[in-house]
């Protein structure tokens, strides 16, 4: 989808695709590792220059050979990825992990940013993050008790961070472990896939990825940038918990809470997902020039 260009970064290629028309709009998918295919947005083309990302070490972008995948990392190829298509300042749209790295970018640039838009996403990695999505999944496998593929999720999911003897390897086995904790991040699994077709994101396991724990809770404040926070009611790896936090941390943040959601909103709710970006984008603007 759109144009696709590639920036060499020290020597590492990042490459990019562009859509649409408007105010550009920089958009880093989640994941880490997961090709960034699954977050087209077609309905925000009309308004915004959609720049998707292929963050570095997915989809067609280079791994980093020293395996720091640090958030700054990433907001440092983002920068150059703007510089390369002209911009002096963009939106920053970051879904899930790449929510991570539009905060740090509002951290690291803020003077490059006209807003942001945060995704599904929370402000800290780590042993919290995961214990609450770990309680959230527990209560995924209760809401839909007659639901194997539940069960099933709900499984994966404890081998991998409770028990943690589900070994991940390469490519395949973490696909397969995506694909089985998958049902989770809807709000309903069956009726999102008989509408919109099955969901299988690609991933690159990159074995030398380093350990990454990130936690900006305490400098929230800081960023004084217009900013949309955006989250499913039904999301359980960054639930709305985080988004309340994000939204009642930052000087200029409204919230949109997608009821009818989990983790993929723009894929769920897509009418009032694309609603509140563009009317974010829109009032933005009109600030600005009142100014």
Do not use: K
């Not at 749209?93 to 970018?105: I, K, Y």
């Amino acid at each position: 989808m759109g144009e696709t260009r590639t920036v060499v970064v020290g020597g590492t290629r990042q490459v990019y695709r562009v859509a649409g028309a408007g105010p550009v709009c920089l958009v880093h998918s989640g994941g880490p590792g997961v090709h960034p295919e699954y977050l087209r947005m077609p309905g925000l083309h009309g308004g915004l220059t959609l720049v998707y990302l292929d963050p570095v070490g997915s989809g067609d972008s280079d791994p980093l050979p020293d395996g720091d995948y640090s958030m700054s990392r990433y907001a440092h190829f983002a920068e150059a990825v703007l510089d390369d298509v002209g911009a002096a300042t963009g939106y920053f749209l970051g879904h899930s992990h790449g929510g991570f790295v539009a905060l740090q970018f509002g951290l690291d640039h803020p003077e490059r940013l006209d807003g942001l838009v945060l995704y599904d996403t929370a402000p800290v990695t780590g042993e919290e993050l995961m214990t609450t999505a770990t309680e959230r999944m527990a209560a995924f496998v209760r809401r839909w008790p007659d639901r194997p593929e539940a069960a099933e999720a709900g499984r994966m999911w404890d081998s991998a961070h409770v028990a943690r003897n589900l070994e991940i390897t390469d490519d395949e086995s973490h696909r397969r472990y995506l694909d089985g904790i998958l049902p989770a991040y809807f709000a309903d699994h069956r009726r999102t896939v008989d509408r919109e077709g099955d969901f299988s994101p690609a991933v690159t396991h990159d074995p030398n990825r380093l350990p990454v724990r990130w936690d900006v809770r305490d400098r929230l404040g800081t960023i004084d940038v217009p900013a949309l926070v955006v989250v499913g009611t039904h999301d359980f790896v960054c639930p709305p918990r985080f988004a309340y936090e994000m939204h009642a941390g930052m000087p200029d943040a409204r919230l949109c809470e997608l009821r009818d959601s989990g983790h993929f909103g723009h894929i769920e709710e897509a009418d009032a997902f694309t609603a509140a970006v563009l009317d974010f984008v829109r009032e933005t603007r009109e600030r600005g020039d009142r100014a």
